[in-house]
């Protein structure tokens, strides 16, 4: 298995959608992220994996590492289906140290043979290592055998997030009442990560939250308590909710006596088209880092004719602000400036583009005057006949990225509302397929993948108004 992969991996990593300094597979499949850890001095990132064609199929978990999360090393397969309880897929999952050891946490997937339907199982298994490398799968899996609840979907029972709290272990685990199609969040305790006891139903959906909650994550930022999960099943409202799953969270309270979270709205994490099924992991030095999958179901992937699909977003860093998570650019990404471009104070009635500003990959901060700009884009991967574009439309104060142009690959339009002030300050990750815009130090980000001609390298400022009124323009080059 693992030879086919060093055999494949010329024919991927570097190809001309092949991302620079985002994690993405050496060859075939990518979706979740997984077991996201620090584990022996390095950040160790798992993910869904098929590595025999750049399609969905039997999940495996690929496996790198890094130290400066944008330098990613190839570690071979970690697990593969080869048991009874996971022998269709080894599904999404966490990570967790315990005395020295790195443990995984999956869910196996089983279509049972005797099934004429084709419906799976799903159960909560668990494999250690102690080099972080090598993994062994534990002889009494699975460890959560049944959901518990007896009206909790057996089907639907998935990706357990695992933490450590007060000297014992919880884990949720996504879930649904199978009978209502409502999602739900079930958790379960346990004293060694063996032996599993169903604690509660930790949260479920009302109104339009979704028929099923798939990759819960659960953390404390700045003191407060938040449950991340990304719902299937959420209706578009106006502009909001318009892929076809959602990835967000609630902050609140979990009560370990009841299990009970208790908590306020959901909210969206990532307001482009291509955003899923995001982990959380604590660094060293206490900040909370997460990544995300920067694709989405069921659309167009270009790149699977390179023999690769999927690739993941830039690790963000989560901080709580009024109740609110607000995610910036994690700091190590830093590491990746070379050279540096700025501009001071520009008011541009035409379009323009600024001397040595241009590129398919880097990072372009942008601080606009919106009191005196009411409307304005930025065009980025211009080429002959294209073009992705950042619309500012200031009366509605809204945001939009549109990639109607972008090249190969889906075209559509994702739009953020704002709570604009008096300016407006859009820090923009490119790679060679994919945009990432932080806005206004993580109030909003918008994630997609775009798929331009490797020659599509201009980027252009364009007044929608009378003028556009740049406070500043940085770019550094990668
Ligand atoms: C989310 C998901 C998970 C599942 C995995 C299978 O994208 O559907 O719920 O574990 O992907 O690849």
């Not at 407060?224 to 959420?234: C, F």
């Not at 006596?257 to 899923?276: M, N, V």
């Not at 690739?311 to 995610?327: A, D, H």
Request: hydrophobic residues 35%; negative net charge.
């Amino acid at each position: 298995m693992n030879e086919k992969i060093s055999t494949d991996k010329k024919n991927s990593i570097g190809t001309k959608f092949y991302p620079v300094y985002h994690a993405a597979p050496p060859v075939g499949w990518m979706n979740d992220p997984n077991g996201f850890c620090f584990f022996n001095g390095e950040y160790h990132l798992f993910y869904q994996h098929h590595p025999y064609s750049a399609e969905w199929g039997p999940m495996h978990w690929g496996h790198m590492t890094s130290k400066n999360l944008f330098e990613w090393k190839h570690l071979p397969i970690a697990i593969a289906p080869d048991r009874f309880y996971d022998k269709d897929g080894c599904f999404s999952g966490s990570a967790i140290e315990k005395d020295g050891q790195l443990y995984l946490m999956y869910t196996g997937h089983v279509i049972p043979n005797v099934f004429r339907k084709k419906i799976h199982l799903q159960t909560q298994c668990i494999a250690r290592s102690s080099d972080g490398i090598n993994f062994e799968k534990f002889s009494g899996n699975p460890v959560i055998g049944n959901p518990g609840d007896h009206r909790a979907s057996k089907y639907d029972f998935r990706d357990p997030k695992v933490w450590e709290h007060d000297g014992k272990f919880y884990a949720v685990v996504g879930s649904k009442i199978e009978e209502e199609d409502i999602g739900q969040i079930l958790l379960f305790e346990s004293e060694d990560l063996e032996h599993w006891n169903f604690k509660s139903i930790a949260a479920k959906a009302t109104e339009n939250l979704g028929y099923m909650w798939e990759c819960p994550n659960f953390a404390t930022i700045d003191g407060k308590e938040i449950l991340i999960l990304s719902p299937q099943g959420i209706e578009q409202e106006g502009i909001v909710y318009q892929n076809v799953y959602q990835s967000g969270y609630m902050v609140g309270n979990l009560n370990y006596e009841t299990g009970i979270f208790t908590h306020e709205d959901f909210h969206l994490l990532d307001y482009g088209s291509d955003f899923y099924a995001p982990q959380i992991t604590q660094t060293p030095d206490g900040r909370t880092i997460l990544i995300g999958w920067l694709d989405m179901w069921y659309e167009k992937m270009p790149e699977q004719e390179d023999g690769w699909a999927g690739m993941m977003t830039v690790p963000r860093e989560l901080r709580l602000k009024n109740g609110k998570i607000f995610s910036v650019p994690a700091k190590e990404l830093e590491g990746l400036r070379k050279e540096k471009i700025s501009y001071e104070k520009l008011s541009l009635t035409e379009p323009t583009k600024l001397e040595k500003i241009s590129g398919d990959i880097g990072e372009l901060i942008v601080d606009v005057n919106t009191g005196k700009t009411p409307a304005f884009g930025i065009e980025l991967r211009v080429g002959e006949k294209e073009k992705t574009i950042i619309e500012y439309a200031g009366a509605e104060k809204i945001l939009i990225l549109n990639r109607k142009r972008s090249g190969k690959g889906p075209g559509d339009t994702r739009e953020v509302e704002l709570n604009p002030g008096e300016n407006l300050t859009l820090r923009i990750y490119l790679d060679k397929s994919s945009v990432e815009i932080f806005i206004n130090d993580g109030e909003a980000v918008m994630s997609s993948r775009i798929y331009p001609d490797e020659s599509s390298r201009d980027i252009i400022f364009v007044p929608w108004g009378n003028s556009f009124e740049i406070n500043s323009v940085t770019f550094y080059s990668f």
